[in-house]
Every structure is written in C-alpha cells, then in structure tokens.
C-alpha cells in the first residue's frame, strides 16, 4: 500500500521542523525584547527621577521658580509617556506635571518601583525632607512600545516564512534529481533491454542502489537468456524432425486415400502441420525477445506489406478477402530489420486470418499519422480477454488452431522499435469484429 510521496514528506517534514524553530526562535526575541525594553522604559523613568531631584530643594520656599526648573527639566519628554509628582510629607501634592492625576498615586511611599492598574511608578525621596518624587508612566504607553518594539522584532522573520517554504521545495526537489535520472534509467530497461546502468555520479546513499539493480539486472539476462536460448534450441530441434514426420504422414495419407483411413490420416497431417506452425512461432518468440528488433535499418513498410499481401492473396482461405488500403503516400519508411518487421505484419494477418469470420474482409489500412490498422469481422472479444491477448499462450477464442503466440510476438517487436500495439473490439462504428492498430514512431 503506497505510503504517499517522499518528497512530499521531506518538505513537511522540513517546512514543520523550521517553522517550529522559527515560533521557538520568535518566542525568545520577543521575550528578550520585551526585557530589554522594559529595563530602558525602568531607566528612563528613574532618570527622570533624578532630573527632578533638584528641583525639591526649591518647593518650600519658591514653588513658581520650582515650576520653571520642573518644566525646563522634562522640557523634552512626550507628555504622553511620562507623568510626574512631589509629594508633601502630609502627603498634598506640592508639584505635578500637567497630565498627572491631581490626587497623589496610589502607590506606598517607599523608594523604587510600584505598580498599580494605570501607571508603574518609581517613587525616590526627595532631597527636602519628607518629600517624595514619583515618576509614573501610563500602562497603555508601556504596552503600545513593547508591542511596536515586538513587532519590528519578530514581524522582519514572519517575511522569511514563504521564502523558507519556497527554498525547502528547491532544495528537495533538486537532492532528488538524481533519484529521478535513477528511476529513469530503471524504468527503460525491460525483457527487451536489461543493459547495465552506468555509473551516474549517485551520491553515497544512492549508489548502492544503482550496484544493487545492476546486479538484479545480470541476474535476470542470464535467466532470459538461458530460457530464450532453450526455447530457440527446441523449437529449432525440433523442426526437423517435424518436417520429416510430416513427409512421411503426406504420403501415407495419400496412399490411404480413398480408404477408411484416409479422414484420420488427413487429421494427423492437420496437426503435424500445427506442431510445425507453433516450433515456427517459438523462433520468431525467441528472436523478439532477444532484441532483434533493436536493429536500426531504413525500411519501407509499403514494400512489406505488399510481398504479405501476394502471398496470403494466393490462399484458398483468403483471396481477395484482403484488402489494402492506402491512405499515406507511397512510401512507409521506419526504423528497424525488414525480417522481424516482416514477420511482426504475417502474426498480424495470420491471426486476422485464423480467428476472424470467414466470410467477411479482411482491411489492412495504411494511415497517414504512421499508423497500420487490421480490422476482421467476428464476434465482439470482451474486455477483460482482450486486455490479455497480447500475453504469450493467451487466445481470444477457442476457433483456429493458433498457439496464442502471434499477438506476442508483434507487441514484443513494437516495444522494441518504439512504436506501440493497441487492441480494439469491437470495431469502431461496428457491433462486432477486431481491430489490432500499430503505432510506429518517427524514423528520426
């Protein structure tokens, strides 16, 4: 059961990791932020405790003269920000800044910071005695910098996201060209190919995988060869004795003619000539797979066809049941051996021949898009046969006397050329018969 993709895992795995380290990363700037400023905002309010300090010395004795220091002192300070008190020793208000609360802060009076719903104080006694100066800065003001100090903080990294998602899918998608380039390379090689993968320049972790299919893929050319080699030996042994059996049973048969033998005789001799017919099919199964058709040679499939069409034309069974029909121009050229080539077109017909109505015609049509199509009467095949019928030993029916090696033979040889069978029933713009299109590419 697939497990989804890898690369896919590998960016969430990668985004998910990252952007956890970057909550973790923001969540200790902004805390570190959130420090920092508030130990400057702590600064800056006990500095303008001690600014203040001189100004307690006056406000006894010159409360107006006091006032002007006062102002002159924090002249520079947001009104907004910071607010201040010098409290009496009976606790009135001697001197305040003007967006200061006109009754003292809620706060004790004893030296440092004090906190209280609106404001954080720092209160510091004054130089006169008894009095007190407090320092308040308003919570929204504190609030308003730790969150613009935050933002400008953490906001910057927020940007990176995206671009961090982006490169992730880069990175993984460019440490996975080289699987993909493996891949490729694995998946061109079949019955028809099983050459060694050369070395690519894999990374350490890829590398053994390379030596591992190169090794599987040696194993498994021994193992074709040996069985195609047998299936060649056997077949080709077994030619001659066959042809010499079936001389015998000729004459026999024709000198048992006109006795009750003769029927069963004429039987034997039907078989034979099959057994001959499948030895044939063996060679011609054992050459394709072999990779004959590998073989790169300009040929013309117009000449081909018409040395096929002669030849089956002179056939009892056949005659002008054949029908060519040219729709390309004259010439037919494909890259490929006119032997194999030749016999991927007599499996065609032999098979159009041998399952198809007897009394219907058989079209051999030539396109123009590099196609060849054979169409045959016959009962539709349904589906789930026609889906096998290009395996070796599989028929469409039990009609004929085909070993259900034909179709094989002619799909073994496509895919070796590059070209492609495709099997239709039934035929288009028909209730019934059997089309079998070949798709050759181009001879380039």
Known sequence: MAQGSLVSRLIWLLASSMAALWVLGSIAAGTLTVFEINERLDDAIEEVAQRLLPATYEAVRQPEAMQRMAKQLVA?????????????????????????????????????????????????????????????????????????????????????????????????????????????????????????????????????????????????????????QFAANSAHELRTPIAAVLAQMQLLSAQLAGTPHAERSARIVVQIKGLSSLAEKLLQLSRSGAGVGMQRERVDVMTVVQILVDEFRRHEDVGDRLVVIAEGPDEFIIQGELDIIGITLRNLIENAVRYGAPDEPIELIVGRDRQIRLLNGGAMIPSEILDTLKKPFVRGCSVGAGGGLGLAIVDSVMKQIGGSLTLFSPVMGRVGGFEARLIFPDPT
């Open 76 to 228: 520079t300070m947001d009104p907004r920000a910071l607010a201040y008190q010098i409290v009496g020793p009976t606790g009135e208000i001697a001197m305040r800044s003007e967006n200061a609360p006109e009754i003292p802060f809620p706060v004790p009076r004893q030296a440092g910071f004090h906190d209280t719903p609106q404001y954080r104080v720092y209160a510091q006694p004054a130089a006169a005695n008894g009095y007190f100066i407090e320092v308040a800065e308003p919570r929204a003001h504190r609030a308003e910098s730790l969150w613009r100090a935050t933002a400008l903080t953490v906001g910057p990294l927020l940007l990176f996201l995206p671009l961090l998602w982006f490169l992730i899918r880069w990175a993984v998608f460019r440490s996975m060209r080289s699987l993909d380039q493996l891949r490729g390379e694995i998946s061109r090689r079949d019955g028809s190919n099983l050459s060694q993968i050369s070395d690519m320049g894999l990374p350490t972790e890829l590398a053994p995988i390379q030596a591992a299919v190169n090794r599987l893929l040696e194993r498994l050319e021994r193992a074709l060869a040996a069985e195609r």
